[in-house]
């Protein structure tokens, strides 16, 4: 999965093209138009005025911004409606990969000097050269794509193997690795302790993933904020709703040309490949580097409250136009984006 997508000469990601929106391979809330950016950075506002400390910028930082659209638009929100704010703003892209930077930096072109790329969480503070980073920290649609692990539930033995890949016949398969694979114990922590009765009626090849990666990718962002929020929108269930009828193959699964295929491994760096998120684990990792759940909703429930509060105030979008009106029921209705994606958001340092 981590070749499939991020190699640098074949990777899914690292090549150029429009793999977002109708001409692309999926559709996300930020493909749906400019009114997702700007429900963010509304609230980004309001969290930032609330932490915000005399004599110091106004910081929000973005992992994993694709192709830098939703940066766009939360800039072009701020530079419009919160001019002040944005004269003080610090605007940083944490992206590891050249080749996407490229792209972002052409599409920021006009923010050139507001924004700055770093390519890991840690290089936030270097900068600054005081410890810790303080403002906002979040990420959309980047968790659901780092590398997971396979596990399949062997019913005859009452035990978890791994689902490993192998070569035949000149095409990727799946294959059962033989014996206990190292960190499979540790690494299944994060769920749910399965009840007994669950069990003994589990399918034998029950499958599901876990994604060591992102929790220690979440935990080691959440090290570095010494006073803020973090902020993670996504694909993604709590642990226990993985364990249904429904995902007995798991949730790992492949998009292209927006069709969802069923065979993952086929062409690989073709075709996106992902995983739901689980959102327990998340959680706990931020929970156990000292951080405080602030909430953990639906898109819909996240959106519609920060709708409501910017209702109040009539500088936040102007005129409310049919556009922006069906914009926001794809973002927010349950059959579109508004139950499919989670919210998780954590915190230091900030009064309930």
Aim: net charge negative; charged share 25%.
């Amino acid at each position: 999965m981590q070749l499939a997508l991020y190699c640098p000469d074949y990777g899914f990601y690292e090549k150029e093209g429009d793999t977002i929106g109708r001409r692309g391979n999926f559709f996300t809330s930020v493909s749906v138009g400019a009114l997702f950016g700007e429900l963010l950075a509304f609230e980004f506002s309001e969290w930032l005025t609330a932490q915000h400390a005399p004599d110091s910028p106004f910081k929000i930082a973005e992992a994993g911004a694709h192709d830098a659209r939703l940066a766009g638009d939360l800039l072009a929100w701020m530079r419009e409606h919160r001019p002040d704010m944005f004269a003080d703003l610090e605007y940083s892209i944490v992206e590891p990969s050249r080749a996407r930077r490229d792209r972002q930096e052409m599409r920021l072109a006009e923010f050139m000097g507001k924004v700055r790329w770093v390519s890991r969480p840690e290089e936030l503070t270097r900068a600054s050269g005081r410890p810790g980073f303080r403002g906002i920290f979040f990420s959309n649609e980047l968790l659901d794509a780092m590398p997971v692990r396979r596990l399949g539930w062997d019913a005859a033995g009452k035990t978890w193997f791994e689902w490993g890949v192998a070569l035949s016949e000149e095409r990727f398969v799946w294959t059962r690795m033989s014996g206990a694979s190292k960190g499979v114990t540790d690494a299944t922590e994060p769920f749910p302790k399965v009840p007994k009765e669950l069990l003994e009626v589990l399918p034998d090849e029950f499958t599901t993933e876990i994604c060591p990666a992102a929790e220690k990718w979440w935990r080691d962002a959440a090290a570095i904020l010494q006073r803020g929020r973090m902020l993670t929108i996504d694909y993604g269930l709590a642990a226990e709703e993985f364990f249904s009828p429904e995902r007995a193959g798991g949730t790992l699964r492949a998009y292209h040309q927006h069709r969802v295929l069923g065979d993952v491994l086929a062409n690989p760096g073709e075709q996106d490949i992902t995983a739901h998120v689980n959102f327990t684990a998340i959680q706990a990792s931020g929970e156990a580097a000292g951080l405080r759940t602030e909430a953990f909703v639906s898109q819909e429930k996240f959106l519609t409250h920060i709708l409501e509060r910017a209702g109040n105030d009539e500088k936040a979008f102007g005129e409310w136009t049919p556009e922006r009106t069906r914009q926001f029921q794809t973002l927010t209705h349950p059959e579109h984006l508004g139950r499919s994606f989670r919210v998780l958001i954590q915190s230091r340092g900030m009064a309930d």
